[in-house]
């Protein structure tokens, strides 16, 4: 009797561990085989894509239409506060603007009106989010972003570069070619933005900075002789900032400096390529050479990506049913492959983005602040380049990781920086115009530690040729 | 009596050359009386505030002004007590761009803060009063509703 009850349990266990090791392998893709996989297909099947698709566009919208900082006026300089993306409350503040963002994008002619400079510059010294954005957007384009018909609003601005939301529920939104700010009156109880200014203030009532508008300190208006002028809307920081030294890592490279082989076997595959069927050579220098039907992938030793197509369609993307969708899908693809590289690094949209542009850049984030790449002849860290109905014809990615150190670093003055950028331009310009001043890294490629810079953009070069 | 002309005469040119250079040299170090005056108003334009005088709720305001490069400028605040104005921000020296801007932190009702600059061509002071008014007067007036009775009627 004894037997049979031990050869039930034994026969019981080993059922149990087959469902276990099933299971395993159904969800564990690193024991799915190459070559045609049902498990492979049905991840990529349109079905399974309607469980996924709304959380990967939340999250390739971050990458395309987020601010990259968010100012909360209080109603006072001394508490006013910049907000980068890294910080904890961004995503809060983030989301509650984008409910009034949602409806205010969709209003109506009759809701839409002009603001006079004293109104909105009113709004600034209120209490108000003032959201930056690195690019300007076509204002239809945007509205997509938002799921709204921006149609309306375009008629007054055909692309925007910056919004100030009031307390009272009124959304500004400034036309980037003009600089002037329409007003779309929303009937929004704001009482999530109130309670989120007040939280904001408390959280960082012991902040020294004092941030101010150029058009508080009339710095926006030039006087007598002077050159310069700032753009009404540019901060005039108080104090040096403090930034932390970030390191690159170039995610392809092992801790051993061999290549990863299992990070380009997963890159290999968000390119639809098959590792055990692809034909595969290296070249001289180290770069690996994939050879497809319809194009040409090389995963260069120095972390860089480079994708071409050779027949006249491309990559598919996205399905192409709007613009909108193709650039949600590339941010997707983007972000996918940082994934890939075990890279967390933010990225941001940081080319100019009207209907149908056809080539589009990212650029990273480290430390709530962008990073400028300058490496080679790379002067982005994504460039893609598109068709109309979502196929990508081109491809260069560079794959990196920047991670945050402990020492902190003290950018230089802001108004030195100021005088350095005028001193620069003053010897050949007549009238600058400062449109922005923005803390950057910049990246010339090597892995060395890199600090925060002060960097400036000029709006408008005007040289006058009777002086 | 001709040596003694002469030697009042030569003692009148000296002052008369070396008066304005005297009075160019005449800076201020760590106090400056409340009535100081200098020798000339264009050496910078305060931008912020236009009429040198506001009031606010805030903790702190800035001071903003334009200036030629290489202008010096440093800051006092009139201490009621003793009747002086003391150094509150050391000499910076406005750069290529023209702009200057400082932010002073403020006590209760009435701040007093005279800018000094300073070139070669001359030295300019200038006053600055900034009222605090408590952040209750302030919420009382906004709530304010004034009505007009027509007159006409």
Known sequence: MNKER???????CLVMINFILAAKILTDKKLWPYGYNFFVSLEKSDILKVF??????????????????????????TSRIAINPDNEIFSEISLAADEILNIALNSDS??????????????????SLCLNYDIPYETTLFGKFFDADASALSEYLPSLSRIIISENGSVYFEDFNSGNFYKAQTSLNPKKLVSIIDKTKNMYSDNQTIIN????????ETFGSQ????????????????????????PLLSPNNTLNFETIDKILSIFDINANTVRRYPEVNGTMVFVENDGILKIHPDGVIRYQSTDSRGFSISSGNSYAETLIGIAE?????????????????????????QKVTFDYRASGVGVEMDFDKYKNAITAEITSDGFLTSYTHVLRNYIPGSTLLQTPEYIKTLDEAIEKYSMDMNNIEIQKIYISYTDSGSFTPKSAKWKTKVKSIVIDENE | MKKKLLAVLSIVLILSCTLPAISFAATYGATMPIDAKGNSDTIIYIKRPESLSASTSDL????????????????YKYNPASGLCYLIKDTTYIGASGFFSTVVTLNDDNNIFMVYAENSTGEQITRIDISKIRKSTVNKLKSVTVTMKNFLG
């Open chain 1, 52 to 77: 996924t698709y709304s959380q990967d566009k939340k999250a390739a919208k971050t990458h395309i239409a987020t601010p990259e900082q968010i100012i909360v006026n209080t109603g006072d300089q």
């Open chain 1, 213 to 220: 508008y150029s058009v508080d300190l009339k710095f926006d």
């Open chain 1, 333 to 357: 693809f983007a972000h996918s492959l940082n994934a890939a590289s075990s890279s967390d690094t933010d990225i941001y949209l940081s080319s100019e983005i009207f209907e149908n542009s």
């Open chain 2, 60 to 75: 702190t305001y800035t001071i903003s002004a334009v200036g030629a490069q290489n202008t010096a400028i440093k800051i």
């Open chain 1, 227 to 250: 050159k310069a002028a700032l753009s009404p809307t540019v901060l005039v920081y108080s104090t040096p900032v403090n930034m932390p030294l970030v390191m690159a890592i170039n």
């Open chain 1, 110 to 127: 009759k809701n839409i009106f002009f603001s006079t400079k004293s109104e909105w510059v009113s709004e600034l010294n209120g209490r």
């Open chain 1, 6 to 12: 031990i050869k039930s349990f034994v026969l019981v």
